[in-house]
């Protein structure tokens, strides 16, 4: 069974710092590797979206990467601001009879504060 | 207008109730999901239907039931609510060619 880890839970930092969300998955057969944004109310928005035969992907401030043999993945974030401030989760699709099934992870709350 | 709406989006309600939350999408998308979130589980997999009358169990079906009558709803029931699901419950759309899903606001369940 696929398990879905996030390190840290919870992150606190001035605005302007680079930060570094992990994500660590148990089983590296996987379809691609998703990055999503939680805001309270607002449910949930997808960030970046890594195919498995992808590195890494890019999207303004933000960098994904992913190393699918070591079942991991990072986020990026660059020159935070207080706008970042959310819950970010990462989850792994498998490709099933039932077709595109996500996995999530616990998530990260960041919050950047001024 | 939201994309993906959920009715309703606070609900309190007592153990052994029969509640129904509702999902709507104008997003014309076949492929419909019911999630809940706990507190330090991430998100699971109730039920999700690919096509109109289309259901399929998902990671944690029990107590719950679901109605594909139309493309765009998708309602989720609790027979008799119990504590246990108080939870926050996500909807989500998409398509087969498409790899991501879209979520609605999600709906906060508390079952006292």
């Known amino acids: 069974k696929q398990e879905v880890t996030q390190i840290p839970a919870a992150l606190s930092v001035p605005e302007g710092e680079n930060l570094v969300l992990n994500c660590s998955f148990t089983?590296?057969?996987?379809?691609?590797l998703q990055w999503f944004r939680q805001d309270p109310g607002k449910g949930l928005t997808s960030l970046l979206l890594?195919?498995?035969?992808?590195r890494e992907q890019t999207s303004g401030r933000l960098n994904a990467s992913l190393d699918k043999s070591s079942g991991r993945s990072t986020l990026y974030i660059a020159a935070s601001q207080p706008g970042d401030s959310a819950t970010y989760l990462c989850?792994?699709?498998?490709?099933?009879?039932?077709?595109?099934?996500?996995?999530f992870g616990t998530g990260t709350q960041l919050k950047v504060e001024l | 207008d939201a994309d993906v709406t959920q009715t309703p989006r606070n609900r309190i309600t007592k153990t052994g109730k029969r509640i129904m939350l509702e999902c709507s999408q104008t997003?014309?998308?076949?492929?419909m999901y019911w999630y809940r979130q706990d507190p330090g589980l991430g998100l699971r997999l109730i039920y999700y239907s690919f096509d109109v009358k289309d259901i399929n169990k998902g990671e944690i079906s029990d107590g719950y039931s679901v109605s594909r009558q139309a493309q765009a709803k998708f309602s989720l029931s609790l027979e008799s609510a119990i504590p246990n699901q108080t939870a926050l419950y996500f909807c989500?759309?998409?398509?087969?060619?498409?790899?991501?899903?879209?979520f609605g606001p999600g709906t906060r369940l508390l079952v006292l």
């Open positions: 997003k014309g998308h076949d492929r």
């Open positions: 089983d590296s057969a996987i379809y691609n």
């Open positions: 989500a759309t998409g398509q087969p060619n498409q790899e991501t899903q879209y």
């Open positions: 890594i195919q498995s035969s992808q």
């Open positions: 989850a792994v699709s498998k490709i099933t009879g039932g077709g595109n099934k996500l996995t």
